[in-house]
């Protein structure tokens, strides 16, 4: 742990890949997500929208949609530090301080084995805060700041549940959460977003 903020610390957490300077240009992609995306408002606390194959999140469908050009490019640069290429991307705008997640882990059903969940951060720079799973009052925080990749693989969920905290910040943020999802044509949906974003 090195640092702290506002009570809780700052750390890292084994098995998480965090790389802060990842994505250039990401001023303009947040810049094309804020206007270009058609966002939907099913959930209160954020917006989301989703791209790539079907997805099941939080009790919501979303349906198959192309990537757009803009997305295309970041998710080939996440594709080529996985092993298995991303197929989904659910993002999330928040679109100041109050919006914000919930603790949870991401469910493992519809996901490719062994897979986890790689978010690229754009806008305003907001802790992603965890707790462990066995001892809740353990917390230690991310800053997740602009153009950085976190990539949560499945291990960590098992033992830590993370969130996205209310924040004194006004501005706003959008995350980019890839996943490789199992798809066929025609194949039974399963859930696999957050427990309890
Ligand atoms: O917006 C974020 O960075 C959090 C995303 C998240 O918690 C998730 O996709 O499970």
């Known amino acids: 742990m090195t ?10 957490i084994d098995g998480i890949v ?9 001023e303009a992609v947040f810049e094309w997500a804020l206007t270009g995306v ?15 194959v079907p997805y099941h999140y939080g009790g919501l469908t979303y349906e198959e949609s192309p ?11 996440v594709s080529a530090r996985l092993a298995r290429p991303a197929n989904n991307c659910l993002l999330n705008h928040y679109p100041d301080g109050r919006s914000r997640m919930g603790f949870h882990s991401d469910s493992e059903e519809g996901i490719v084995p062994g897979t986890g969940v790689t978010i690229v951060s754009l806008g305003v720079q907001r802790p992603l ?5 066995a001892t809740p009052e353990r917390r230690l925080d991310y800053l997740l700041a602009p153009g950085s990749l ?46 309890a974003p």
Do not use: C
């Open 18 to 26: 965090y790389v802060a300077d990842f994505l250039e240009g990401h």
């Open 3 to 12: 640092n702290v903020v506002k009570g809780v610390p700052v750390g890292t």
């Open 38 to 52: 058609a966002w939907d408002d099913r959930i209160r606390a954020r917006k989301t929208a989703s791209f790539g």
């Open 129 to 133: 805060r965890f707790r462990a799973t």
């Open 67 to 77: 990537f757009p050009p803009e997305l295309e490019r970041v998710r080939a640069l």
């Open 150 to 195: 976190m990539y949560l693989p499945k291990e960590v969920q098992n033992e830590w549940q993370h969130s996205l905290p209310r924040s004194s910040r006004r501005e706003g943020r959008i995350s980019l959460t890839f996943r490789t999802i199992e798809h066929r044509e025609g194949a039974a949906k399963a859930d696999s977003g957050p427990k």
